[in-house]
C-alpha cells in the first residue's frame, strides 16, 4: 500500500505576506482536502504524520554549520525565499511562520524514505526543495530535503550500499541536488527541465548531472512525452546495471502545466498525469523503492494536478 506522509503544519500562513510569492504555500494542505473528498477512510489508512520536524542533527548530514547560523540573519533568508520585506521581519518570527514549515516538510521526506524501504512506494505531501545546496539556500528553498533523506538513511545504513535514483521533472532543473551531490558516484541523475528559465546556466550542475534532459520554452505534450519515453527507461536500466538501486527519489513539480507563470512550459494536465503514471511504473516494474515529492507548481490549480495524481495510485492505475 501506497504511504501518504502529510502533516497540517507543512502550510505557510504569514500573514497574507506569502502570497507575494507565486507558490501556493498552502497547496499541501488543499491537495490533502481533495484526496479526502475522493478517498476517505482509505486515506486515513496509508496515512503517515510525522511527529517532528528535521533536527539539527538530520539538517547538518547536508548542511554547514556557517549557512544554518546565516538563517538567523532575517534579510539573508529574504533573499533565499524571493520575499523582500521578510527582511523587515524578527528572525524569531520568520523561523516560526515559514521555516519551520518547511523543517516539517523536510522531517516528512525522511520519513517517507523510511516507509518506501518498507511498503515500496510512499509520497510526501510536500518537499522536493531541491535548490537549495550545502552552504546556501535559494530559489523559494532552505533545507535540501532530498539530500537529507538519502544521507539519513546512509546513516542508518538502510540503503547497503546501494545507489539512489533521482529523477528531477520539475519545470526548473535541481541545481542544489546536484552540488548536494557533486561527487557522489551512487547518486544517480535524471533531470528535464525548461532550459530558458532559473536557474538558467550552472555549468556545475549541468555537468553533475548523469542524464540531462534540457526541454525548449514552450515545450508541448508530444515533445514532452517522447523526451521522457526516450530517457527514462535506459536511465533506470543503466543506473542499475553495475550498482542495485536500493531508492528512487521521484520530484514531481507541476510547474510544467500550461498555465503555469514560472514553469513557461506548455503541458496539460493529461500528461502530467500520464507523467506520474509513467515514472512510477517504470521504477515499480524494477522493484525500485519509491519516494514522490511535490517540489513546485504555481498556479491555483497545482494542488488538483498533484491530487489527481495521487489518487490515482489508490485506483490501481499507477
Known amino acids: 500500500m501506497v504511504r501518504i506522509i502529510y502533516s497540517p503544519r507543512y502550510n505557510i500562513g504569514f500573514f497574507g ?41 538530520e539538517l547538518l548530514l547536508v548542511h554547514s554549520e556557517q549557512y544554518l547560523r546565516r538563517l538567523r540573519n532575517s534579510t539573508y533568508v529574504a533573499q533565499a525565499l524571493e520575499l523582500a520585506p521578510v527582511r523587515f521581519l524578527p528572525s524569531s518570527l520568520v523561523h516560526w ?19 518506501a524501504l518498507v511498503c515500496g512506494l510512499a509520497v510526501n505531501l510536500g518537499g ?24 539519513h538513511l546512509r546513516r542508518k545504513s538502510l540503503l547497503d550500499g546501494k545507489r539512489v535514483v533521482y529523477i528531477d521533472l520539475d519545470a526548473h532543473q535541481g541545481n542544489g541536488v546536484s552540488h548536494s551531490f557533486a561527487q557522489d558516484k551512487d547518486f544517480f541523475m535524471l533531470d528535464a527541465y525548461n532550459r530558458s528559465i532559473y536557474p538558467w546556466h550552472d555549468s556545475a550542475a549541468n555537468e553533475r548531472i548523469d542524464c540531462n534532459v534540457p526541454l525548449p520554452r514552450a515545450c ?39 498555465d503555469d507563470p514560472l514553469g513557461c512550459m506548455n503541458i496539460s494536465a493529461e ?5 506520474d503514471k509513467f515514472v512510477i511504473r517504470q521504477l515499480r516494474e524494477r522493484g525500485i523503492p519509491t519516494v514522490m515529492v511535490l517540489s513546485g507548481g504555481y498556479t491555483q490549480v497545482s494542488y488538483q494536478l498533484v491530487a489527481d495524481s495521487i489518487v490515482a495510485m489508490f485506483a490501481d492505475e499507477i
Open 17 to 57: 505576506l506569502e502570497k507575494l510569492h507565486p507558490f501556493d504555500s498552502r497547496k499541501y494542505g488543499r491537495a490533502w482536502k481533495r484526496m479526502r473528498e475522493e478517498l476517505g477512510k482509505r486515506l486515513d489508512a496509508s496515512w503517515v504524520r510525522p511527529k517532528r520536524k528535521a533536527n539539527r542533527e
Open 97 to 115: 511562520a515559514v521555516l519551520n514549515p518547511m523543517l516539517w516538510a523536510t522531517r516528512g521526506t525522511i520519513l517517507a524514505a523510511e516507509q
Open 128 to 151: 522536493g526543495f531541491h535548490h537549495a545546496k550545502p552552504d546556501g539556500g535559494e530559489g523559494f528553498c532552505i533545507y535540501n530535503d532530498i539530500a537529507i533523506a538519502v544521507q
Open 220 to 258: 508541448d505534450d508530444e515533445l514532452y512525452r517522447k523526451k521522457i519515453e526516450a530517457a527514462l527507461p535506459g536511465f533506470l536500466d543503466s543506473a542499475n546495471n553495475a550498482t542495485p538501486t536500493g531508492l528512487a527519489i521521484y520530484n514531481a513539480g507541476t510547474d510544467i502545466f500550461a
Open 271 to 275: 500528461t502530467i498525469h500520464w507523467r
